[in-house]
């Protein structure tokens, strides 16, 4: 990063060089290292008030709302304020003329810079508005007309310096050119100072004749460069005079002088002297400065008749380290001399030192060692000798320290560690004081931002984790969520929680419940059941992003609250199917008298295994009634003979659960004195029961058989009609010839007669044959094979009887003519075969074989 001189630099300089109010210079320079933002705009001079300069808000990354609370405002040390801020819209507008000339002259770039201010909480911006040049503004002559008065012995080529015009604007709108209305003693020539600045001057190029014409009348026309293009005039009136042949004379061509920067006005400079051979009128010299137009005639004048130069303007050493003056000198018959006049200013210390930064890193990372360089920055003073001198420092008491290693080089580098979390960024303020008396010093501010780096684990907000589900929960309800926070930011505080292996119960704990990484968010993965398992106890591990990570573990227990969800289970009276059990109580019972007990329990828990019971329904209401909280039941009167002997009481019981949950069971009960009157009174029940029971169990087992057996057969029918349909298939598109071949064993071995024959056949098979032929050795008879075996593939031999067979997975199918649509191994009572190999048959590859069999 490089930078000047910076505006704000500038306008605290320019009042303390003025003198203005100490307590609005210690309070910007108090300001000076809250700028939080540099804002440059370039506009034309001259645009109307109310015109739009920038959006200030937006160029800031400000909110209207904030610009407003704030109470922004703009501070400049000028008279003059150019420009207003509209703080309801956030935009910078023109509030007065802005003239380039009058605030800059001929200074390019001109600008002029002030600071916007806001409060809750403090901020400093400094804006720079350059102003560029317009045309407006023509050629001007100082002076109305210029007058000469020449002599008519003037010699040819005699040269008349002609007053320079001005043009306040500057680069092509500036003055361009000089013209001379036409006439036949005169002709213009342009030259250019040193500073590049254009005068002219009239050349005689025909003598005068004050008989013929004693007074002549041009214009001098000067044009800028300008669009459009603007011109002045000015008026010259020539008057011819008559002898006078000796012009001025300095007694110097170049006079030397020197003066203090900041001289007050009329400060005596040195005094120029010219003299003139003639006598009388044509003697007196007058003095004047030759050159009007290029602005020494603001800062020095001569006196017309003594010579004497004195000091008009502000001399300052930084903007011209000497000035050269021309004087002319001209006697009453218009002849003239010049010289030149060299100023050498002598420097004060009137300015303080500038601080440009050279580079500049930010952020710097925490864990950089002490020594690290963050930051050159470059210090000048525009004074000479011990006024340009400059120390540096920093302000505060920060761990970084400046050191100079070139000269007017410095380097910021960090003095100790740093440490993020405890001091995110430093503001520091170096400080450079020249040596001159009395010195001065400019304070520049740094802002600097210490970057991360992974050095602090996670830490939990709990040391435990203790959370509460009901059972019967739905799979993915969030049962609780973890917090962990890291003080690093941005990717090392990047936090991922992890639920670390464990076993529970000998499961995974994933299982049990899962973790968002992000959120840390835990979720049930499945129904909890209460009565299996009452808590889970396990490990989150967060882990940051950083590299290499960092991580803290945390124990989470959730537990697992009772909800009812199992009715009671009665254990006595057990419920049979094949029996019938009861009761008996006899009729002499008294009142109170305890038939049985019923016992149930809930594997609930609490409230919710609390039970009760009650008698739902009974064959004589008013003969029984059970215990409310113990389930006894008991006689409530006295047993008459008019009693019932069999008895059915059905009991409910309840547990204090919501929703309520019950179980019933059915008591029997026999009103008796002897057993065998029990016995008679429930005896046929049984066995009608029994009976019932058993019939429906064969029934259904009989109509289970019959459906299978019913299905069996159906897949075997039509496993066996596709067989047989592939195979015919495989006949019918068979492309494998079977030839004939007589082996040397074909002849008949035994002779004739009703003995056994053997016949032997070897048959051949090619690739492309549609049908194939077997014959056999029977004497009047001839039958044929078609062979269809499937693709070509390596034969192995087949011992089995009977059968032919090409590869594995390929059954071969032979049919005999003979006897339609019967299998080979139909066609003979015994038959041997053998598996040949391939051969080469008149060109095609064939496979043979070789099969016997005793007809």
Not at 332 to 355: F, R, W, Y
Not at 372 to 390: A, E, L, P, W, Y
Not at 561 to 573: A, F, G, K, M
Not at 778 to 789: E, F, H, K, T, Y
Request: with cysteine; charged share 20%; aromatic share 8%.
């Amino acid at each position: 990063m490089a930078c000047g001189i910076t505006p704000y630099s500038r306008c605290v300089k320019w009042r303390f060089g003025c003198g203005q109010n100490w307590k609005l210079l210690f309070f910007v320079f108090y300001l000076n290292h809250m700028v939080s933002g540099h804002i440059r705009y370039s506009i034309p001079e001259e645009m109307k008030k109310g015109s739009l300069i920038g959006n200030v808000a937006q160029d800031l990354g400000l909110d209207l709302k904030s610009l407003r609370s704030g109470r922004a405002r703009i501070v400049t040390g000028e008279s003059i304020q150019y420009t207003e801020l509209k703080t309801d819209k956030g935009i910078l507008v023109v509030k007065e003329r802005i003239d380039r000339e009058q605030i800059c002259g001929d200074v390019t770039p001109c600008s002029f810079s002030f600071d916007v201010i806001l409060e809750n909480p403090m901020e400093l911006h400094q804006i720079t508005v350059e102003i560029t040049d317009i045309n407006d503004n023509s050629p001007t002559f100082k002076r109305n007309s210029i007058n000469f008065e020449i002599s008519e012995i003037a010699n040819t080529g005699a040269r008349f310096p002609l007053t320079s015009a001005e043009d306040p604007d500057v680069g092509v709108n500036g003055l361009r050119e000089y013209f001379l209305t036409e006439n036949e003693n005169f002709v213009l020539k342009q030259n250019s100072n040193a500073d590049g600045k254009k005068y002219a001057e009239m050349v005689l190029q025909k003598p005068l004749d004050r008989e013929t014409n004693p007074n002549l009348s041009l214009k001098l026309i000067a044009v800028d460069g300008g669009t459009p293009q603007r011109s002045g005039t000015v008026n010259i009136d020539i008057t011819v005079l008559d002898v006078n042949d000796n012009a001025p004379v300095f007694n110097q061509s170049v006079y030397k002088a020197t003066v203090m920067e900041n001289s007050p006005r009329d400060t005596y400079v040195t005094t120029v002297n010219a003299s003139d051979a003639d006598l009388g009128s044509n003697s007196i010299v007058t003095y004047y400065l030759s050159d009007l137009s290029n602005g020494l005639s603001d800062l020095f004048t001569v006196d017309e008749k003594s010579g004497v130069i004195l000091i008009t303007g502000s001399v300052d050493y930084e903007k011209d380290k000497k000035y050269e003056l021309r004087i002319d000198a001209k006697d009453q018959g218009g002849l003239t001399d010049s010289s030149k006049v060299i100023i050498e200013v002598i420097d004060v210390n009137d300015n303080a030192p500038t601080i440009s930064v050279m580079s500049f890193t930010s952020p710097v990372s925490e864990d950089s060692p002490p020594g690290t360089t963050i930051g050159m920055i470059n210090v000048k003073d525009f004074d000479s000798g011990d006024n340009g001198q400059v120390n540096c420092r920093i302000e505060q008491n920060v761990p970084f320290k400046i050191k100079s290693n070139l000269r007017n080089y410095y380097t910021l580098v960090t003095d100790t560690a740093l440490d993020r979390e405890t001091i995110t960024e430093y503001n520091i303020t170096v400080v450079a004081t020249d040596a001159g008396m009395p010195p001065l010093s400019t304070k520049r501010s740094f802002h600097l931002k210490v970057s991360d780096v992974n050095d602090n684990a996670p830490v939990f907000s709990q040391g435990v984790y203790n959370a509460f589900i009901a059972e019967n929960n739905s799979p993915g309800v969030s049962v609780l969520t973890v917090s962990a926070k890291d003080p690093d930011e941005n990717q090392n505080a990047r936090i991922s929680y992890i639920l670390e292996n464990a076993n529970i119960g000998g499961s995974q704990v994933s299982e049990y419940v899962s973790i968002n990484s992000e959120t840390g968010v835990i979720h049930a993965v499945r129904s909890f059941d209460y009565e299996q398992i009452k808590q889970l106890m396990f490990v989150i591990k967060a882990q940051d992003g950083g590299s290499p990570p960092l991580s803290s573990i945390v124990t989470v227990k959730i537990l697992i609250q009772d909800q009812n969800d199992n009715p009671p289970q009665v254990l006595y009276p057990v419920q049979t199917g094949g029996s019938l059990v009861a009761e008996m109580v006899p009729r002499s019972a008294d009142v109170g008298y305890l038939v049985t007990k019923v016992v149930a329990v809930d594997v609930d828990s609490g409230q919710n295994a609390w039970l009760s019971y009650k008698l739902q329904k009974a064959t004589d209401r008013a003969l029984f009634e059970v215990g409310l909280q113990n389930g006894e039941i008991r006689t409530i009167r006295q047993v008459t003979d008019k009693d019932a002997v069999k008895q059915r009481l059905t009991v409910i019981v309840e547990d204090n659960g919501h929703p309520l949950r019950s179980a019933t069971v059915i008591v029997n009960v026999a009103v008796a004195d002897s057993f065998p009157e029990v016995l008679s009174e429930f005896t046929d029940f049984t066995h009608d029961k029994e009976y019932n029971d058993n019939l429906t169990f064969y029934l259904v087992l009989a109509l289970a058989v019959v459906s299978f057996l019913f299905i069996t057969c159906l897949v075997v029918i039509i496993s066996v009609k596709i067989y047989r349909w592939r195979q015919s298939r495989i006949l019918y598109h068979s492309n494998l010839p079977v030839i004939p071949y007589y082996p040397p064993r074909y002849s008949d071995t035994l002779g004739t007669g009703t003995l056994q024959h053997v016949y032997n056949y070897e048959v051949c098979r090619t690739t492309d044959s549609r049908k194939s032929d077997c014959k056999f050795g029977r004497a009047g008879s001839q039958n044929v094979l078609i062979m269809d075996p499937s693709s070509t593939g390596t034969m192995q031999r087949i011992q089995s009887e009977k059968s032919i067979l090409d590869e594995p997975d390929s059954p071969l199918e032979v049919r005999c003519n003979a006897q339609s649509l019967y299998l080979l191994k139909n066609c003979f009572s015994d038959m041997n075969i053998a598996i040949g190999s391939w051969l080469q048959f008149n060109g095609k590859q064939v496979l043979s074989f070789r099969f016997s069999t005793t007809v």
